[in-house]
């Protein structure tokens, strides 16, 4: 296992080069530059505004500039400045010297902050957001196919799948303002706007307090956007409960003398859950990637806001780390999935 | 010898899209005390779900009972409640099944899953259980028995894995072993070992056997008596010794005729008659095995034959005496 996960951490790191190569070119290739206004800006202020950013030099060399600065960690003498350029998202103390790794550069939109301040401050308000909806998706998701799955063509089953239709096809644009206007405004049962937790974050991610606060400002974002995923899920987890139902060991168990619940508890539940663990990976880094509008209607100070602006803008260091930030979550989440895999079926072994 | 299990008029079908499937039609045995019945037949016509009419372990829907009795120790196994049967399953009766690689849960130890009856209907702790787990398997001849309890099923081979699966039906002793193909999926050196350790366990444990099979071959050497399916009815049923001294169905005449001699090849066919096997759409009111027969007379084709006393413990359902060609 240790040697398997170990190939998969040197597999993400081709992975990383692979999409920073293709997003820088791909980025670049675009018409329009990140100085580009209505009213054109005069010509000495772009290329003072070019050289400051290092856009006047050749493409490769801008691309391997860029490379140095995320990947190769340094050594210096002096602790971290606090300037623009002397910012690193990861600064340990060893000893009387200072390991500094990853600087994702400048944002062109603020003369003062870099993409490691929104690293620190929004990127783990949408991770938040993200897991929240991806425990929705699982709480709602999976009891609802187990319970379509076990009362078959019943008024459960027809009243689950009613419900997981309806999670996939309102979109969170429509359910979210409904979802603040009944329970924001109307019953004022939670805040209608805004997020509970607050930067600075613990190991960079996590609320300090994961109290009542937190959820009362979490708990409505997180449904309206899981619960086309909870959808997903349920359909998933009905259908693969079904399939595993027919197997001939659940026949096997039942000649035992199993009681029906403990042939479905013990023997099928697990089986029937492997599949859908094996879309939890994806599922994960589809939510947390894609809380842009959800942000937007929630007013929620995280990640999406800025990706989709920087995009627009041109703005590259903020496009290149974030793309390169949602592949690293992709891959680990699938990381995950793989070994949680292995725990859940035993013929399956890595190695 | 005492009766243990009567079964009577059993009829099963199963609706489906094309019609009614009717699988089992009137079907009537009886399994006595230590005896070793072969249930014998071409695929399709009705084995398994005779068996698993009996347990109970139909899936329904597609299938029903929809007739018959299955007597055990004075009550009918098919009518009494869900709780009822389920003691009996595993416990009394219990069953090994056709194909060793499908039949065992994957992500279950074999230790867990060979204790399980013990834990269920002994009301053994898993640690006993597991203990007496490690007996049974050694008793099957599962080498390192107790090491191998926390291996999973695809640890073991497909012999040693049928092996495991006669363990588990054995052991809370139960009364009736029903094994259905057991050794259809397993080459031919290994089925003949598996026959072997059944043949042991029967000697020392006492329980009576229904043995279904295609191979009249495997049936010879193990059963006391045969009954031969065709179509969803039993169509002949003898001692063993009788049935290959004096086969009396046209099917089975033919069932043995084409039985393959092991020297030649060293491979048993699967047993094979000219012909289509039944549909099973319709009941039919004429003999099901007509459309294939030799000697079939005017007569087959009006009325479906009942099983009638030709020799004692021999019965046939057939109009036309084989051997003379006459009809009854
Ligand atoms: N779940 C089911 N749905 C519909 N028809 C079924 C079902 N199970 C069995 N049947 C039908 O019942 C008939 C008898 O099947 P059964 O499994 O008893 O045959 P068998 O004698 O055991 O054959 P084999 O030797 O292939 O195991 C078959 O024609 C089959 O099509
Ligand atoms: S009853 Fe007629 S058709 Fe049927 S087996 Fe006998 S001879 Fe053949
Ligand atoms: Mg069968």
New binding site residues.
Partial sequence: MGRYIARRLIYLLVVLFVVSAITFGLMHAVPGGPFDREKALPPEIIENLNKRYHLDEPLLMQYGRYLYDVFIPRISATPPQGSVDDDFLITVKLGNVWFKWMNFGPTYSSRSRTVNDIFRQQLPVSAQLGIMALLVAIIIGMPLGILAALKQNTIFDYLGMSVAIFGVSVPVIILGPLMIWIFGVTLKWFPPTGWGAKPPFVLGIFPRELGPEFFRYAIMPSVALGLGSSAIIARLTRASLLQTMREDYIRTARAKGLRESLVIVRHALKNSLIPVVTILGPLFAALVTGTFVTEVTFGIPGMGRYFVTSITNRDYPVIMGTILLYALILVIANLVVDIVYAYLDPRIRYD | MTELLTVEGLETQFRTREGTVHAVNGVSFSLREGETLGIVGESGCGKSVTVMSILRLIPSPPGKVVAGKAIYQGKDLLKMSDEEIRHIRGAQISMVFQDPMTSFNPVLTIGRQVAEPLEIHMGMSRKQALERAAEMLAMVGIPNAKERLNDYPHQFSGGMRQRVMIAMALICTPQILIADEPTTALDVTIQAQIIDLVKRLRDELGMAIIWITHDLGIIAGLADRVAVMYGGYIIEMAQVDELYAHPT???TIGLLGSLPRMDETGHRRLISIDGLPPVLLEKPNY?P??PR?K???ER?WHEN?PLMSVAPEHQVA???DTQTGRER
Avoid: D, K, N, T
């Fill in positions: 169905h046209p099917y003999c095995f007509a027969c000697y079939a007379v087959c034959p057939c109009w036309v």
